[in-house]
């Protein structure tokens, strides 16, 4: 049995103009493996991993004709279900440490929080056991420290940390690093890595990058204006049949081959069927 | 390489205070000095003679010259400010034209008036107000929402003096509830000594148990019209802060990790919200202590605003300034305070005041 089943997963937003569709009929499977979804900005990524873990926010409404973590049927979740779900089972790191972090908490008690309220204990040593496992060389420090004393990377360490010390089956990582500089992104996708083949879990790695993400995980999916236009083994991405990912492969820069003008992503309307 | 970057502010943050309050008393001593040269050269530029207000109108010619020199009249008008900053730093604001005394006790009897029910009707405010501000913003749109709205628009569009009248007339005259005007009755006035001039703390500690409850009947309206007032004001702001708190990511942060809504509500974004939360509380205070004119009046509560309408109708100059320097003082007091609990509330500004 599959860890997540996602079936015809649709996300609404109401707009003046009628309702409007971000995500539409996305549907896949995840096992314990490292799935990536990859698409340009604004294709609907983030509000998939959201629904997925049932925080799709408001007016915006997800239904979907299946959605089931491990066998728990989560469209019609109680708010208790979710809650011995969420941090315990699912988690989500979230795209920008900046503002994904409360301001006015130290980091310690915010990785301890999440600790709490997963039935874990408030283990002072787990959170800095964590804050290590994501080669934070001061964790004392950090725990210490309010988030604007971070730097981007250390905060998005900080972030991973808080979302993998409670151990769960589950992590959903919306661009984890897409807010880092190239060193410090290498060695966060090291971390994720590492820890991704350690437990076990199932990975959701979303990005823009389709490189990145070919490089990362094992399996892709494309998705294009709310829709999933192409799924494929990582492996399999040369022999990519969809134009988008075609088009997407061919803005990629490539050091040997200097293309003039440089190539546009096209767009069709055609794939939105 | 980002270990570098952590920032030194936790290690070196016990030093950092001195600094910050070395500058936070700078400001507060340009404030008052500029506060003082105001009200130094109102009281040079209105058309009232200080000279005839001390000797009265049908005093000869050589008293008047004599007392404009003891009054320093004379001197060049820098000497005369530092002469008037002189005493005011020793507390002489000068006599009152009315009351013949100095306006210091004038006002040292009528400020504590003010001070205890602006502070019942701030408590109140803050105590309602910022729960139903919260509740509100997490009910946005739903009949909650509506219903704290229409009791906050009330609250900014009623009359005080038609609401204090109306509640007078319905909780005293009616129905016997509380006190009627004044700070307590007649036959309780003399069971207990003024030792800090606020009734509620005076009685209390003296244990006159009867006293009190006489005191807390009559404050108990004009208490809770002020508290009524400031509740909307503060609910409305409580509302916006929290809608634009629980928007940002890092609730969804909280929901992600699994914690419960009411402390993501309580704790995360109230926690947050309270930034700003404090400013708009002192300030609604600080207007309070300024002294409800209107609510004063209705109740015949003798306290400072009282005493700035009277002496305004009367045109006794000194009690005037004294007045404008004490609530002066006072907002530059609350916004000190609020600048201090800012810092202490939102680690952000702490390395840069
Ligand atoms: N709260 C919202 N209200 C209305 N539209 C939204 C909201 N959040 C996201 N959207 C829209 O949903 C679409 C998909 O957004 P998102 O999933 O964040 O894209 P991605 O993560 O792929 O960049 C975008 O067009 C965005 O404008
Ligand atoms: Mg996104």
Redesign the pocket.
């Known amino acids: 049995m599959s860890l997540l089943s996602v079936e015809n997963l649709r996300v609404t ?1 109401p ?1 003046r103009q009628g309702p ?1 569709e ?1 995500v539409r009929g996305v549907t896949f499977e995840l096992g314990r493996e490292r799935l990536g979804i990859v ?1 340009e ?8 991993g959201r629904a997925i873990l049932g925080l799709t ?1 408001p007016p ?1 409404k997800a239904t979907a004709d299946r959605l089931e973590f491990d066998g728990i049927d989560l469209r019609n979740a109680s708010a208790r279900t979710w809650r011995s779900l969420r941090g315990s089972r699912m988690s989500m790191v979230m795209q920008d440490p900046k503002y994904s972090l409360n301001p006015v908490m130290t980091i310690g008690r915010q990785l301890i929080e999440a600790l709490r309220y997963s039935g874990g204990g408030a283990a002072k040593a787990e959170a800095m056991a964590m804050l290590e496992a994501v080669q934070i060389r001061d964790p004392e420090r950090v725990f210490r420290a309010y988030p604007h004393e971070l730097s981007g990377g250390m905060g998005q360490r900080a972030m991973i940390a808080m979302m993998l010390v409670t151990k769960p089956d589950l992590l959903i990582a ?1 661009e984890p690093t897409s807010a880092l500089d190239v060193t410090v992104q290498v060695e966060v996708l090291r971390i994720l890595d590492g820890l991704v083949r350690d437990r076990g879990m199932g990975l959701i790695f ?1 990005s ?1 990058d389709l490189r990145l993400v070919s490089s990362f995980c094992d399996r892709v999916l494309v ?1 294009y204006a ?1 829709r999933v236009v192409e799924e494929l083994d990582a492996r399999d991405l040369s022999k990519a049949q969809h134009p988008y990912t075609r088009g997407l492969m061919n803005c990629l820069p490539k050091i040997d081959d200097d293309q003039r003008p440089l190539p546009v992503l096209e767009r069709d309307a055609a794939w939105l069927e | 390489m980002a270990d570098a970057d952590l920032g030194e502010g936790r290690r070196r943050a016990l030093p950092e205070w001195v600094p910050a309050l070395a500058r936070i008393l700078g400001t507060v001593a340009v404030t008052m000095l500029g506060l003082m040269l105001i009200t130094f050269f109102i009281g040079r530029v209105v058309p009232v003679d200080p000279v005839i207000l001390v000797i009265g109108d049908r005093a000869p010619k050589s008293v008047y010259d004599r007392t404009f020199i003891e009054l320093g009249l004379d001197k060049p008008i820098w000497q005369q400010f530092l002469i008037y900053l002189g005493q005011v730093f020793q507390g002489d604001l000068g006599d009152s034209f009315l009351t013949k005394r100095p306006i210091i006790s004038d006002i040292a009897r009528v400020f504590p008036a003010t001070l205890e029910l602006a502070t019942v009707g701030i408590l109140i405010g803050t105590l309602f107000g910022v729960p139903l501000g919260v509740f509100a913003a997490v009910r946005q749109g739903k009949l909650a929402d509506q219903v704290v709205r229409v009791v906050g628009l009330i609250g900014y569009s009623a009359p005080i003096f038609w609401l204090g009248l109306l509640g007078l007339l319905l909780f005293y005259a009616r129905l016997h509830w509380i006190g009627g005007p004044g700070r307590v009755d007649i036959s309780f006035e003399y069971s207990f000594t003024n030792r800090t001039g606020l009734m509620l703390l005076d009685t209390a500690m003296q244990g006159e148990w009867a006293a009190f409850r006489n005191v807390v009947g009559h404050i108990a309206l004009p208490g809770a019209l002020l508290g009524y007032l400031s509740m909307a004001y503060i609910s409305r702001m409580s509302r916006s802060f929290m809608l634009n708190e629980l928007g940002q990511e890092y609730i969804t942060t909280a929901r992600v990790k699994g914690v419960p809504e009411r402390r993501i509500i309580w704790v995360h974004a109230l926690r947050n919200a309270a930034v700003p939360l404090v400013t708009v509380i002192a300030l609604s205070y600080a207007g309070l202590l300024e002294g409800a004119v209107l609510t004063e009046t209705v109740f015949s509560w003798p306290g400072l605003g009282q005493y700035l309408t009277n002496s305004l109708q009367k045109a006794d100059m000194n009690a005037v300034l004294g007045c404008t320097l004490v609530i002066g003082t006072i907002y530059i007091g609350l916004n000190l305070l609020s600048d201090l609990l800012y810092t202490l509330l939102d680690p952000r500004v702490r390395r840069r005041t």
Do not use: A, L
């Not at chain 1, 900005?41 to 998939?48: D, E, F, I, L, V």
């Open positions: 937003f707009t409007s971000v698409g900005s604004g294709s609907g990524k983030s509000q998939t926010p915006g919306d979303i823009h998705m709310g």
